[in-house]
């Protein structure tokens, strides 16, 4: 047997007799292992009445991402009815109001549908803000207006009342009717009952039908 092979075996001797490191290595853990878990023990039973049952930190602003309006909706669609009980139906492609606080709700692509005494009208603009504590659509930029009799409306900046029918323009308004044509620089409508008020330079087209022959 070589020599490294003997000092290994009288190395291990030595690690297996009595008294020696191995012994007094477990005399050590076996007197340290139960005290470790014993302090372990009495410390989780006693953690819930030295620590409060609430938790408190700071939060820095400057980490918080803040969303920047309350409400976003896609493929909107609001419904009511005006003083008389007839429906109204909003559509839009998008939807946001910024906050609850606020009762406006800032639409685009924007798509109206009232029911008026003799049919149904459509009012169609690109943008416009709904205040759904007072029922009032005001509409920025061009608009159009038709309803079943035949009247068409082409206008911009109009605040419609959707509970009177009632609506005023801030920019120039052209129209047909059945009657005739018809344009101005402002005005003001009713559209249950097709009177319109034109101000500013207004013009009034009437084409008269052709006389009936006599047969």
Do not use: C
Not at 12 to 17: G, V
Not at 129 to 139: K, Q
């Amino acid at each position: 047997m070589s020599t490294l092979a003997n000092q290994q075996r009288r190395s291990r001797r030595a690690w297996a007799l009595a008294g020696g490191s191995h012994d007094r290595t477990i005399g050590v853990l076996r007197v340290a292992l139960p005290m470790a878990v014993g302090a372990l023990v009495a410390f989780l039973a006693l953690a819930p009445f030295t620590f409060g049952s609430e938790i408190s930190f700071v939060l820095s602003k400057d980490h918080v991402d803040i969303a920047p309006e309350r409400m976003r909706v896609t493929a909107a669609e609001y419904r009511g009815k005006d003083n008389r009980g007839q429906p109204f139906q909003l559509d839009a492609k998008s939807a946001v109001q910024q906050s609850s606080a606020v009762p406006i709700v800032r639409l685009t692509d924007l798509n109206a549908k009232i029911t008026l005494d003799d049919g149904p009208a459509t009012v169609v603009a690109g943008h416009g803000r709904y205040n759904m504590d007072n029922s009032r659509i005001a509409l920025d930029g061009p608009v159009t207006l038709d309803d079943s009799t035949g009247y068409h409306i082409a206008t911009r900046d109009i605040l419609i009342d959707m509970n009177t029918k009632k609506a005023i323009s801030r920019g120039r308004v052209d129209g047909t009717m059945n009657t005739g044509t018809f344009s101005g620089d402002h005005m003001t409508a009713d559209l249950n009952t097709h009177v319109v008020d034109l101000v500013g330079h207004a013009r009034l087209h009437i084409v008269q039908r052709g006389a009936r022959r006599p047969r």
